[in-house]
C-alpha cells in the first residue's frame, strides 16, 4: 500500500518569512513525489516533481522540495513568502514502476500574513 | 492553448436523477483520471482510464459510471446509486510519469 501524510491541516506564515509545508510518505520500491497547488475552485497546478536524481528539486513559482529518503519525507519550501502564496498545497505519492495510481495526502491550507 | 476543459462549472441535482459531468482534453494524453474532492479528505480516484475504450474502478466507484470512446473524452455519470453526490468532482491527464494535469473542475450540488 502506498499513503501520504501531511501532518498539518494549515501553516501560517509572515510574508517575507521562509515557508515550509511538511509532507511524508510510504511506498514500497523508489517513489515518484509529486507537490500541487490549488485555488479556491479551482484545479489542481503541478509545482514540482521528484523522479530520480538531485534531492533538491525546484519548481514553479520559487518552491522547491528536498527529497529525503532516510525520513521517507518531501517537504516543500520556498524562502521568501507572499501573499499571494496562500492557497491549498497537496502533495502525492506514487511507487515508480507501479500500475498505481497517485495517492494524494489530506492537503495542507497555506495562509501568508500581510 | 492545450489543456482539460470540464464542463458545467456548476451542477445542481434532484435526488434521483442521474447527471453528466464533461472532461475533454486536447493534451494527446492517454490516460484520463476522474477524483472526488471533499473538504479535509484531499482527493479520492473513482475511474481512470488508460487507453480509448478501457477504465477501470478507483478507491470510489460505487454510485459512477464512466465511457472512453475517444481518446480526447472521459465523461463521467453520477447516477442515482451515489447517495452523498455532493462534491467538487475533478478531471485529470497524464504523461508516463503519473505527472497530472487537471481541469478547472465541476461543482455538484444536491438540492
Known amino acids: 500500500a502506498q499513503s501520504v501524510a501531511q501532518p498539518e491541516d494549515q501553516v501560517n506564515v509572515a510574508e517575507g518569512n521562509p515557508l515550509t509545508v511538511k509532507c511524508t510518505y510510504s511506498?514500497?520500491?523508489?517513489?515518484?513525489l509529486f507537490w500541487y497547488v490549488q485555488y479556491p475552485n479551482r484545479g489542481l497546478q503541478f509545482l514540482l516533481k521528484?523522479?530520480?536524481?538531485?534531492?533538491l528539486v525546484k519548481g514553479s513559482y520559487g518552491f522547491e522540495a528536498e527529497f529525503n529518503k532516510s525520513q521517507t519525507s518531501f517537504h516543500l519550501k520556498k524562502p521568501s513568502a507572499l501573499v499571494s502564496d496562500s492557497a491549498l498545497y497537496f502533495c502525492?505519492?506514487?511507487?515508480?514502476?507501479?500500475?498505481?495510481?497517485?495517492?494524494f495526502g489530506s492537503g495542507t491550507q497555506l495562509t501568508v500574513l500581510p | 492553448d492545450g489543456g482539460i476543459t470540464q464542463s458545467p462549472k456548476y451542477l445542481f441535482r434532484k435526488e434521483g436523477q442521474n447527471v453528466t459531468l464533461s472532461c475533454e482534453q486536447n493534451?494527446?494524453?492517454?490516460?484520463m483520471y476522474w477524483y472526488r474532492q471533499d473538504p479535509g479528505q484531499g482527493l479520492r480516484l473513482i475511474y481512470y482510464?488508460?487507453?480509448?475504450?478501457?477504465?477501470q474502478k478507483g478507491d470510489i466507484a460505487e454510485g459512477y459510471s464512466v465511457s472512453r470512446e475517444k481518446k480526447e473524452s472521459f465523461p463521467l455519470t453520477v447516477t442515482s446509486a451515489q447517495k452523498n453526490p455532493t462534491a467538487f468532482y475533478l478531471c485529470?491527464?497524464?504523461?508516463?510519469?503519473?505527472?497530472?494535469?487537471f481541469g478547472e473542475g465541476s461543482r455538484l450540488t444536491v438540492l
Open positions: 485529470a491527464s497524464s504523461i508516463n510519469t503519473g505527472e497530472l494535469f
Open positions: 511506498v514500497s520500491g523508489n517513489p515518484y
Open positions: 521528484y523522479i530520480t536524481g538531485d534531492n
Open positions: 502525492a505519492v506514487r511507487a515508480s514502476g507501479s500500475a498505481r495510481q497517485l495517492t
Open positions: 493534451l494527446n494524453h492517454d490516460a
Open positions: 482510464s488508460q487507453i480509448v475504450n478501457d477504465f
